[in-house]
């Protein structure tokens, strides 16, 4: 067994084997979370970014949805104008999403006023320092601003992604290049294959003497059974101070078809992980009031509430059945696309 299986197998062993005093010690973490937690008249909750000090609200807008084909540009313009003026100032996106679209419609929104009311991410799939500077440009034209606040390498999915961005004329050269330039203020990483990616990630900036400031990756029920972000992730980036961005925590609506969870449940167990956001796909009305309504109702997990939490979705989520993002290539839009690498 070469050192890759050996490290694979431990970590699903560790996920299954789960105890109720891991599980504790996870509320535990949460409950010292909140107690840093802001909540608004509005109902928000709003958190503190890693080390940057930036407050974001604890449910950031998602970017793939709100580009999908069939909805009206104009109608999803005011939709996240609304999003902003009820209480979520995190604002998630990508290059690479609906050819451009989602970019361009966020852009929009922003418009009047709005850039400033927000904190603002984006992300690049080029792995060299030329690809990457480029789609960075790109972003910035259709967001329509002349900086993001937060710029991540988006799905470092391969053991060799973290070699390629750190490499010399590798992507990394081009995003420090564009913080200097004032194109930018923070750096990040994204990923949602497995956590033995995200800590070789972190372990080679480590190496390097680069602190990232924040990481996001899938956080949701099942996530805890397998392959687990939370268990082997978070708590490395709380220690180095290390915002974590969760995402995923319906995994495009196939958790639900587990009948183990509803759906503000979904919202409550990601809110009570000791992260800054939890990132959600909001592309229709109720969608965005629930997610509020989620961050309204919120209070931290007792230990008790947590641990039967996680036995009712024990035996669903032990074999990534309800995370395919992990399991297949479906999610892998790099694989698809590999000329979007660089």
């Given at each position: 067994?070469?050192?890759?299986?050996?490290?694979?197998?431990?970590t699903?062993?560790?996920?299954?084997?789960?105890?109720e005093?891991?599980?504790?010690?996870v509320?535990k973490?949460?409950?010292?979370?909140?107690?840093g937690?802001e909540?608004?008249?509005?109902?928000?909750?709003?958190?503190?970014?890693?080390?940057t000090?930036?407050?974001?609200?604890?449910?950031?807008?998602?970017?793939?949805?709100?580009?999908?084909?069939?909805?009206?540009?104009?109608?999803?313009?005011?939709f996240?104008?609304?999003?902003?003026?009820r209480?979520?100032?995190?604002?998630?996106?990508?290059?690479?999403?609906n050819?451009?679209?989602?970019?361009?419609?966020?852009?929009k929104?922003l418009?009047?006023?709005?850039?400033?009311?927000?904190?603002?991410?984006?992300?690049?799939?080029?792995?060299t320092k030329?690809?990457?500077?480029?789609?960075?440009?790109?972003?910035?034209?259709?967001?329509?601003?002349d900086?993001?606040?937060?710029?991540?390498?988006?799905?470092?999915?391969?053991?060799?992604?973290?070699?390629r961005i750190?490499?010399?004329?590798?992507?990394?050269?081009?995003v420090?290049?564009a913080?200097?330039?004032?194109?930018?203020?923070?750096?990040g990483?994204?990923?949602?294959k497995?956590?033995?990616v995200?800590?070789?990630?972190?372990?080679?900036?480590?190496?390097?003497?680069?602190?990232?400031?924040?990481?996001?990756?899938p956080?949701?029920?099942?996530?805890?059974h397998f392959?687990?972000?939370?268990?082997?992730?978070?708590?490395?980036?709380?220690?180095?101070?290390?915002?974590?961005?969760?995402?995923?925590?319906?995994?495009?609506?196939?958790?639900?078809?587990?009948?183990?969870?509803?759906p503000?449940?979904?919202?409550?167990?990601?809110?009570?992980?000791?992260?800054?956001?939890?990132?959600?796909?909001?592309?229709?009305?109720?969608?965005?009031?629930d997610?509020?309504?989620a961050?309204?109702?919120?209070?931290?997990?007792?230990?008790?509430?947590l641990?039967?939490?996680?036995?009712?979705?024990?035996a669903?989520?032990?074999?990534?059945?309800?995370?395919?993002?992990?399991?297949?290539?479906?999610?892998?839009?790099?694989?698809?696309k590999?000329?979007?690498?660089?």
């Amino acid at each position: 067994m070469d050192r890759r299986d050996f490290l694979k197998t431990a970590t699903v062993a560790a996920g299954a084997a789960a105890t109720e005093q891991l599980l504790t010690q996870v509320a535990k973490a949460a409950e010292n979370s909140a107690a840093g937690d802001e909540t608004k008249s509005d109902g928000m909750i709003y958190r503190t970014l890693g080390r940057t000090g930036e407050r974001v609200s604890a449910i950031g807008l998602g970017g793939y949805h709100i580009g999908l084909p069939g909805q009206g540009e104009q109608e999803t313009v005011q939709f996240i104008r609304q999003a902003i003026d009820r209480g979520i100032n995190f604002m998630d996106n990508s290059w690479d999403y609906n050819d451009g679209a989602s970019e361009m419609r966020m852009g929009k929104a922003l418009q009047d006023g709005y850039r400033n009311k927000v904190f603002l991410m984006t992300k690049v799939d080029g792995r060299t320092k030329a690809e990457a500077a480029r789609q960075m440009d790109e972003s910035l034209r259709r967001l329509k601003t002349d900086h993001v606040d937060l710029m991540q390498f988006h799905e470092v999915l391969r053991l060799e992604d973290p070699d390629r961005i750190f490499a010399e004329g590798g992507a990394m050269e081009a995003v420090m290049e564009a913080k200097k330039a004032g194109k930018l203020r923070y750096i990040g990483f994204t990923g949602h294959k497995d956590p033995l990616v995200h800590l070789r990630m972190l372990d080679e900036a480590r190496q390097r003497q680069f602190h990232f400031d924040t990481a996001q990756m899938p956080l949701n029920v099942m996530d805890a059974h397998f392959r687990s972000f939370a268990h082997d992730v978070v708590p490395v980036l709380n220690r180095e101070g290390i915002a974590p961005l969760g995402m995923k925590g319906f995994g495009e609506g196939i958790i639900l078809q587990s009948k183990t969870v509803k759906p503000i449940e979904c919202l409550h167990y990601c809110l009570n992980l000791p992260i800054a956001v939890q990132i959600v796909g909001i592309d229709n009305q109720k969608n965005l009031d629930d997610a509020l309504e989620a961050a309204r109702t919120f209070h931290p997990f007792t230990a008790d509430e947590l641990v039967s939490l996680m036995e009712r979705t024990k035996a669903a989520g032990q074999t990534g059945k309800y995370e395919l993002f992990k399991t297949t290539s479906v999610f892998d839009g790099t694989a698809r696309k590999p000329e979007w690498l660089g």
